[in-house]
């Protein structure tokens, strides 16, 4: 692994992505597996001359698993947070309370060396790609209603009257998420008004599903997947939601747009989510997306080549994003 590459990463991530300032107060969230990553990332933090605290925690059962309350109070006191960790505290009660509080979010979660010196990172200029991710959301933050079609035949409709879009950057304001290199905007359709069929035929990068090998069939009613279908990888997932033995589970929760041209889909959860020419489907919980459920789980299911019509006009067609 080039080393220098490496270093040129920890360095981005610092410099370009969390804008850490001196004197700040910076907290980086960290698991046992990923303290390869937490370590220099710390020491450049160090260099930049913010106040850091490294929090190492056992790595969590599940994604969205809460961190220890000692770790959540050091959050709401954070200015900027990093989360190099292997299962994501992204969807946590922790991480909002942080983000109410005003810090900035750089999540890093199942980080690997492969990210750190991947194009989609560092061959991106998140300032070039802001404007188009500015004016997604604030189309998706007027709409009301959505559709979602695809050539594999997804074909899935629901409201977003009054919900207000995520805008991931990269490049965080107080209160914002960064899930570098994944640039997205996204929205929270309104509880129970998802209906249709969802074909996902990129991947499900949780659970060690990664890029699908066939699509996963989603029948989806009164905002809920009422049947899911595909081959071993659908049975993964789909044993997996039932076992937590929460209907919520199966919630239609966000709708992403993946937004950085130099993005990959490798199967890692913040190469995937970013890839130009995809969306994502987010089930599950959705309290930490600006909705009002809360479930066990939250897993993204993302498709290919979506077209997406918004109060009947389409503001995306595969690759180009028409606001």
Known sequence: ????????????LVQVNGRARPGERVVVVADEPMTDIADPLARQLIEAGAEVVTCTIASRERDGQEPPPPVAAAMREAQLIYTPVSVSI?????MRAALEAGARAVLM????????????????DFEVQAP??????????????????SPR????????????????????????????????????PV???????????????YLGIGVLREPIVCDIRDGFIIRMKGGEQAEILSRDLESHADRNCFNVAELGVGLNPNAR??????????????????????HTLGGNVVAPTHYDLLMWDPTIELDGNAIQRGKEILV
């Open 191 to 205: 509880e129970g008004t998802a209906e249709g069929t969802l074909i996902a035929d990129a991947s499900v990068p």
């Open 109 to 124: 979660t199942a980080y690997t060396e492969e990210i750190l010196t991947s194009p989609g990172l560092l061959e991106t």
């Open 153 to 188: 035949g997804t074909d899935l409709r629901f409201s977003i009257k009054g919900r207000r879009a995520n805008v991931l950057t990269n490049i965080p304001d107080p209160g914002e998420l960064a899930p570098v290199p994944d640039i997205e905007v996204n929205v929270v």
């Open 132 to 149: 188009v991710c500015r004016r997604l959301g604030k189309a998706f933050t007027k709409g009301d209603r959505v559709r979602l079609t």
């Open 1 to 12: 692994m080039n080393h220098s590459l490496l270093e040129q990463g920890v360095r981005k």
């Open 265 to 286: 889909l490798t199967g890692l959860m913040l190469d995937d989510e970013g890839v130009l020419g995809t969306v994502h489907i987010g089930i599950g919980t959705s």
């Open 90 to 94: 992204t969807h946590t009660r922790a």
